[in-house]
T-cell receptor, first 117, second 112 residues
Framework: GAGVSQSPRYKVAKRGQDVALRCDPI?????LFWYQQALGQGPEFLTY????????KSGLPSDRFFAERPEGSVSTLKIQRTQQEDSAVYLC???????????????FGEGSRLTVL | DQQVKQNSPSLSVQEGRISILNCDYT??????FLWYKKYPAEGPTFLIS?????DKNEDGRFTVFLNKSAKHLSLHIVPSQPGDSAVYFC???????????FGTGTSLTVIP
């Protein structure tokens, strides 16, 4: 489809396992964001890419979280040594404009729900 | 510290009546605001936005009002329809910085 695609939709991990979450943004979109949404909360910013450059990773909660977008399209969010508090929905969003313009909407994927046991 | 607040977790409205969802923010640097709608098991979808140079933006049944002095915005849905039942998030961004800040959402139920 033409929207933002995320996989897997659901992931169950044992505490201590590593997980990788994939995001396929809308083709040609410059900006890509990762957000974390805990139950009953709003999305919380994790990191921002403009093309392949990670311009902001201020929201990553620890050094166990790592994101990349090597060719400026597909992005992967990796969580090492998962903990129970990492359980959340991880949302990817893309936008056709860079953040130098404070305008434009975010197009969200359906999210990847991570449950850490 | 929550910079965007939606103080009403839920709202119920009769079909055909007006729904008013409220949002407050604390950062005076915010100058661009958006409303998103979210159905269960789906990602948020964009509804409507407003720039701080305006105080009102309308799109069909949806109108967003911005009161900069009060740091308050609201989303009006008229007339409300059962298909509008969803969680609504407001979001804001500043000219500097990369992120959009989201509120915690208001769950709207439109009763047929």
């Amino acid at each position: 489809g033409a929207g933002v695609s995320q996989s897997p939709r659901y992931k169950v991990a044992k505490r201590g396992q590593d997980v990788a979450l994939r995001c396929d943004p809308i083709s040609g979109h410059v900006s890509l964001f990762w957000y974390q949404q805990a139950l009953g909360q709003g999305p919380e910013f994790l990191t921002y890419f403009q093309n392949e450059a990670q311009l902001d990773k201020s929201g990553l909660p620890s050094d166990r979280f790592f994101a990349e977008r090597p060719e400026g399209s597909v992005s992967t969010l990796k969580i090492q040594r998962t903990q129970q508090e990492d359980s959340a929905v991880y949302l990817c969003a893309s936008s056709p404009v860079g953040r130098t313009l404070n305008t434009g909407e975010l197009f969200f994927g359906e999210g990847s729900r991570l449950t850490v046991l | 510290d929550q910079q965007v607040k939606q103080n009403s977790p839920s709202l119920s409205v009769q079909e055909g009546r007006i729904s008013i969802l409220n949002c407050d923010y604390t950062n005076s640097m915010f100058d661009y605001f958006l409303w998103y709608k979210k159905y269960p098991a789906e990602g948020p979808t964009f509804l409507i936005s407003i720039s701080s140079i305006k105080d009102k933006n309308e799109d069909g049944r949806f109108t967003v009002f911005l009161n900069k002095s009060a740091k308050h915005l609201s989303l009006h849905i008229v007339p409300s329809q059962p298909g509008d039942s969803a969680v609504y998030f407001c979001a804001a961004s500043a000219p500097t910085g990369n992120q959009f800040y989201f509120g915690t959402g208001t769950s709207l139920t439109v009763i047929p």
